[in-house]
């Protein structure tokens, strides 16, 4: 199995398949309202919806540094905001999610084997410069923190 295959397999089975360690992240967000989605429990620093919102923007921002952009911030900020409670955005955020990780899927599908082992570009200096394959495994990991962190906060707010 290559890098990719390995990479997109695992990326698969924590977004939609099954996990070790339980529900996977849509199966997890799939069944919330939107009324949930943007509850804030008292204590709470952020919503479901602001939560969602946030691994969009990191996952578009793995996509700029894979496609050999200089790490940095999200282009969306890391905590873009959500506006006002609103049904179908929330269904927008949940699809925007999908879909980005649809678009990530396909970059590391045709992502050259050779390079998976070669730092990123991060002229940064205060950060431990990673290599691609480095970057997906840290990306899933964000994802699985950050679906624990939503089904926290729905079981709170349901």
């Given at each position: 199995?290559?890098?990719s295959e390995k990479l997109i397999h695992e990326l698969t089975k924590v977004l939609s398949k099954r996990?070790?360690?339980g529900s996977s992240v849509y199966a997890i967000i799939e069944p919330i309202t939107f009324e949930?989605?943007?509850?804030?429990p008292p204590g709470s620093v952020?919503?479901?919806?602001?939560?969602?919102?946030?691994?969009?923007?990191?996952t578009e921002e793995v996509m700029d540094r894979m496609n050999g952009m200089t790490a940095g911030v999200p282009t969306s900020g890391d905590w873009p905001e959500t506006g006002a409670p609103d049904e179908q955005k929330w269904q927008n955020y949940v699809e925007d999610l999908?879909?980005?990780n649809v678009n990530l899927i396909g970059?590391?599908?045709?992502?050259?084997?050779?390079?998976?082992?070669?730092?990123?570009?991060?002229?940064r200096?205060?950060?431990?410069?990673?290599?691609?394959?480095d970057l997906i495994l840290g990306l899933i990991q964000h994802h699985?923190?950050?679906?624990?962190?939503?089904?926290?906060?729905n079981r709170i707010v349901s």
């Open positions: 199995m290559t890098t996990p070790w360690y949930a989605a943007y509850e804030k952020h919503n479901i919806a602001e939560i969602v919102l946030h691994m969009v923007a990191w999908k879909l980005v970059i590391i599908q045709n992502f050259p084997e050779e390079q998976w082992i070669e730092p990123i570009n991060d002229e200096g205060d950060r431990p410069v990673v290599t691609y394959e699985i923190y950050h679906s624990g962190q939503i089904a926290l906060l």
